[in-house]
T-cell receptor
Framework: GIQVEQSPPDLILQEGANSTLRCNFS?????LQWFHQNPWGQLINLFY???GTKQNGRLSATTVATERYSLLYISSSQTTDSGVYFC????????????FGQGTTLQVKP | KAGVTQTPRYLIKTRGQQVTLSCSPI?????VSWYQQTPGQGLQFLFE???????NKGNFPGRFSGRQFSNSRSEMNVSTLELGDSALYLC?????????????FGPGTRLTVT
């Protein structure tokens, strides 16, 4: 099956710093999503981005489908950005089956 | 627009018992997927339902089952609970009609098996 690898596994930043999280996947995908898991466990949607570039405030994401990777950029990080970031892909349309990476744990220090 | 809701939020059960978890999708969404999250295995797909039919299933034993009702609400059941079933169970909803298939997650049910 398709493999999803996220890097780095852990990241510690000072408030105000920028960061880039990477997601590599081993086969072509129909869907790619980025999530932030809050301390209570809920997955918060950040981006639905099977290809192209999107921006939402301090966050932006780029997926290069032909090269099988996606990047999540966090600029001017804040302590509230701390948590686990997941990349998830869906191999075919409407299977409902997202394959998740192992996540990047981000800690932003004040 | 209300989000995905899951009940109960927390549950403590004894080994050997069974449990039923509930998920109500976003209004208008016809598909519900279920996932299990554990520290060791991460997030793993359990199954997906569309219009009361299971369309896809993950690699879990038969003790894990589910169903979907005509109003798109879904339940999952775990029978003969084992200690290893302790996990966060998440459900997600999406339209499922070959349109944009972005999944939206509920807050989860945290199950502890003792």
């Amino acid at each position: 099956g398709i493999q999803v690898e996220q890097s780095p596994p852990d990241l510690i930043l000072q408030e105000g710093a920028n960061s880039t999280l990477r997601c590599n996947f081993s086969d072509s995908v129909n869907n790619l999503q980025w999530f932030h898991q809050n301390p209570w466990g809920q997955l918060i949607n950040l981006f639905y981005i099977p290809s192209g570039t999107k921006q939402n405030g301090r966050l932006s994401a780029t997926t290069v489908a032909t090269e099988r990777y996606s990047l999540l950029y966090i600029s001017s990080s804040q302590t509230t950005d701390s948590g686990v970031y997941f990349c998830a892909v869906e191999r075919s349309s409407n299977t409902g089956k997202l394959i998740f990476g192992q996540g990047t744990t981000l800690q932003v220090k004040p | 627009k209300a989000g995905v809701t899951q009940t109960p939020r927390y549950l403590i059960k004894t080994r050997g018992q069974q449990v039923t978890l509930s998920c109500s999708p976003i209004s208008g969404h016809r598909s519900v997927s279920w996932y299990q999250q554990t520290p060791g295995q991460g997030l793993q797909f359990l199954f997906e339902y569309f219009s009361e039919t299971q369309r896809n299933k993950g690699n879990f034993p038969g003790r894990f089952s589910g169903r979907q009702f005509s109003n798109s609400r879904s339940e999952m059941n775990v029978s003969t609970l084992e200690l290893g079933d302790s996990a966060l169970y998440l459900c997600a909803s999406f339209k499922g009609d070959r349109a944009r298939d972005e999944q939206y997650f509920g807050p989860g049910t945290r199950l502890t098996v003792t």
